[in-house]
Each structure stands twice: as structure tokens, then as C-alpha cells.
């Protein structure tokens, strides 16, 4: 192992003598007794590199391949063009981090400003930052937002959104010290007369979700005026895929909107690393959390990019600011903006026209099933909820039977499911004869 260890005990004992200690350990002296882990790690024995290959070749083969989803609930599965791989696995872009010297980060800087730019188009507001880690963190970041903005220290929540939402903002709620209070649903969308009965001058914003977690659009502009009457904040989460098709959070009134953008070239992944994105108005700019990239010209007057704004207090004076998150997902933000740039303003309105066009041929064709019944009236994207007659377990059997991955169980027989434009006709067929043979 040493040949893989920078440090022979040799260099170690001579740092230590330097510094004056006597041992590594000393170097944690003001960490409690306490706090410290003092049981051995459960660890197997160490394994060579052969062993290592076998034993991960034996995990994933318990892996079911070919498995076609027809389920979302925060992880989606769309096309991604191939230039988006091939360029994002290009040596200049796959350790993509943090811009701090902008003479060597002109390429970074240009694609987050670019980026920026498409986010700012696609949401319709004025001001998008570099990136958060994922949509509930966002979610989480503009509530303590809001928080600063107005001066006010409650949150209200949909009931619709998300469960990941809700969990999100609740552990940050309580080491931030503010509350949140769950608004209800009707119909399966938030309960806008139960909003404005709570509207009172400790309310900071409500967030809501669209679609929401029932896969039904929202459209609060029915109490955009009284939020706003109230000085409070209306926090939007998007999917951005669905936007080109449907009146903007910026046209509606949103304060601050946040989604995740894995549905813009991102591969599901098991669940992440994804790309949480956040704009708002320029009101607002500088109670945003994270970075901005500005376009700006050099002294030779040649076209440049820069770190425009970034609040000092992450660096200097963390214990005062609204938010520490100072890294961003540039990775991810890159593929996004290939995605976007690739499939142009016409292919984003076809991307969002077949997710919406086949599910919907799915849910109909669904609800004339003996055993399926619809649950919601109110209008969807590409998921929905359905009835079951036939108890889930025996839904789910029947769907992996068929190498098909099942909807989410809601409870109550209620099934969730998506359909996206990357399902095939034959696939479509072959879910729903699944399906009828229950």
C-alpha cells in the first residue's frame, strides 16, 4: 500500500516534529472525547484487484437489464442527444470546478453564462445563478430566501409537492430556525383558499410545485396578488421541460423558481448527481445563494467572462450568511447547455409536445380498463395518478413480468405513473396489454 501513500512514516514523524506535536491524533485534540467514533469500523478484509473485479461482476448481474420505466416521481428517463456525452467527457470539461482565475477559466465561464442565459429564456426571469445541487436543496435555499428577503421566519408549503421537497426544507427549517406549515390539497392540488387564510405578516412565501408530485398542473395566479399584497414571496418548482408548452413562472409572477434540470440531458443515474437550478428577479440578486457569471471585455476590448457576484459572506463571514453553498454543479450545468443548444427553442416545444401528447393517450387508454379508475380532474404533463382495483403488489408482479419498471404506490390503490417521449409505440402497447391482463 505504501507505493499508493504520498507520506512514508519517516515524512510524517518529521512534519510532526516541525509543527510540534507528538502524534496525528494530537492533531484533533479540540475535537471532545464525546463526539469521536471509537469502535472499529465494520469493514471486510481488504481484496486484491482481481477479487475486487469479481465481486462487483457478482453485484451487477443481480441487476435486471432491458427493464423499460414507465415511472418518474423526481427521476426521469429522456433522450440525450449523443454530442452531449461526447463533450462532456472531453479532458477540458470532466474536472470542471469552481472558475476562481478567469484568464485560465474562459471556457467554464462561458458555459455557465450561457447557461444562465437559457434559464433565464426558459423560466422567463431576469436572473439565474451558476447552479445548486438538485431541486429539493434549491427548494430548501429559496425558503431561507425568502426568509431574508422579507424578514419573516414562517414558509408555507403545498401538501402537493414532492415528499422530498417537504423533507428537505423541514431538515433545513430545523437547524435554520424558521417554520413550515403544510398547506392542503383539493382535488389533488394545493388548496389556494386555504393560502390566502393563512396570509399573515409572519408568512415570508409559499412554494408550490408544477407539475406537482400527483403530476397535475399548478397555477396559483388566482393568489399571486394577494402574496404579493401580503409582501411575501411566491417560490415556484418547475419542471423546465414542460415550460415551452405552458404559460412561465415569469408570466404568472414567481418570485424565485427552482427545478431540476436532469430532465435537460442529465441520465437518471440511480438517483444523481443532478443539477438544481435557481432565478429569480434582480430584486432579489443578492439575497441568492451561489455564484453569477457575467460577460464583460477584456482591456483589448475582445468579448470576456467573469465571476460577476458572489456573496462575500459564504467566504467571510459565514455564520451571517443566508446560505453556504459555494460550489455548483458545472458538470452537469455543461450538459444541460449542450441539451439546450442542440435541441433548439422548435425541438424543446417537440420534446414537451410528445411527453404531454403520450401520456395522455396512456392515461385514457388506461381509465377504460374494468380495473382502473381516474383519480384527479385537473389537467397533467407526463405523469398521473390512477385507481387500481387489483391490488399493487399483484400491478407490480404483473409489469416486471412483463420487463417493465411499475409506477410508485401512493397508498390508497393510487399509482403514479410517467410516460416520456423516449417510450416507443411498441412499448406503450406492450405496457397496456400488460396491464389488461390483470
Not at 11 to 24: A, F, Q, V, W, Y
Not at 52 to 69: C, D, F, L, Q, T
Not at 327 to 336: K, M
Amino acid at each position: 500500500m505504501n507505493k499508493y501513500i504520498p507520506h512514508t512514516e519517516q515524512d510524517i514523524k518529521e512534519m510532526l516534529k516541525t509543527i510540534g506535536i507528538n502524534s496525528i491524533d494530537d492533531l484533533f485534540i479540540d475535537i471532545p472525547d464525546s463526539v469521536k467514533f471509537k469502535k472499529d469500523y465494520n469493514l471486510e478484509k481488504g481484496l486484491s484487484e482481481l477479487e475486487v473485479i469479481e465481486r462487483i461482476n457478482s453485484i451487477s448481474h443481480k441487476n435486471k437489464i432491458g427493464m423499460v420505466p414507465f415511472v418518474g416521481a423526481g427521476a426521469y428517463d429522456h433522450y440525450i442527444p449523443s454530442i452531449t456525452k461526447h463533450i462532456i467527457d472531453r479532458s477540458e470539461f470532466i474536472t470542471a470546478y469552481t472558475p476562481y482565475q478567469p484568464e485560465v477559466s474562459q471556457g467554464t465561464l462561458q458555459y455557465i453564462f450561457e447557461y444562465q442565459t437559457m434559464m433565464c429564456n426558459l423560466t422567463d426571469m431576469e436572473v439565474s445563478n451558476a447552479s445548486l445541487y438538485d431541486a429539493y436543496t434549491g427548494a430548501a435555499e429559496a425558503s431561507m430566501m425568502a426568509n431574508s428577503a422579507t424578514r419573516r421566519n414562517k414558509i408555507l408549503v403545498s401538501g402537493a409537492v414532492n415528499p422530498s421537497y417537504i423533507s428537505v426544507i423541514k431538515t433545513y427549517a430545523r437547524f435554520r430556525g424558521f417554520e413550515v406549515e403544510i398547506i392542503d390539497t383539493v382535488d389533488g392540488i394545493t388548496d389556494y383558499q386555504e393560502v390566502l387564510d393563512k396570509l399573515d405578516k409572519t408568512i415570508s412565501g409559499l412554494f408550490i410545485q408544477s407539475p406537482n408530485y400527483n403530476g397535475l398542473i399548478e397555477d396559483p395566479s388566482s393568489v399571486v396578488e394577494e402574496i404579493h399584497g401580503n409582501k411575501s414571496l411566491l417560490i415556484m418548482g418547475v419542471n423546465p421541460l414542460m415550460l415551452p408548452l405552458l404559460k412561465t413562472p415569469g408570466q404568472i409572477g414567481a418570485d424565485i423558481v427552482v427545478g431540476d434540470a436532469q430532465v435537460l440531458g442529465i441520465p437518471m443515474s440511480y438517483g444523481g448527481p443532478y443539477l438544481g437550478f435557481m432565478t429569480t428577479t434582480k430584486k432579489l440578486m443578492r439575497k441568492m445563494p451561489g455564484r453569477i457569471c457575467g460577460e464583460t471585455v477584456d482591456v483589448d476590448g475582445k468579448r470576456a467572462f467573469v465571476l460577476t457576484l458572489q456573496a462575500r459572506e459564504q467566504h467571510i463571514r459565514r455564520e451571517k450568511a443566508n446560505s453556504n453553498i459555494c460550489s455548483n454543479q458545472s458538470l452537469n450545468v455543461l450538459a444541460t447547455t449542450i441539451y439546450l443548444a442542440t435541441m433548439g427553442k422548435q425541438g424543446m416545444i417537440d420534446v414537451a409536445t410528445q411527453n404531454y401528447q403520450k401520456s395522455h393517450f396512456v392515461y385514457n387508454e388506461i381509465i377504460k380498463m374494468e380495473n382502473f379508475d381516474k383519480v384527479y380532474t385537473g389537467e397533467f404533463f407526463n405523469e398521473f395518478v390512477v385507481e387500481s382495483k387489483v391490488p399493487y403488489t399483484e400491478v407490480k408482479k404483473a409489469l416486471e413480468s412483463c420487463s417493465i419498471v411499475p409506477g410508485i404506490d401512493l397508498g390508497n390503490n393510487h399509482i403514479l405513473f410517467c410516460v416520456t417521449e423516449k417510450r416507443t409505440k411498441q412499448e406503450i402497447e406492450k405496457f397496456l396489454n400488460c396491464l389488461k391482463e390483470l
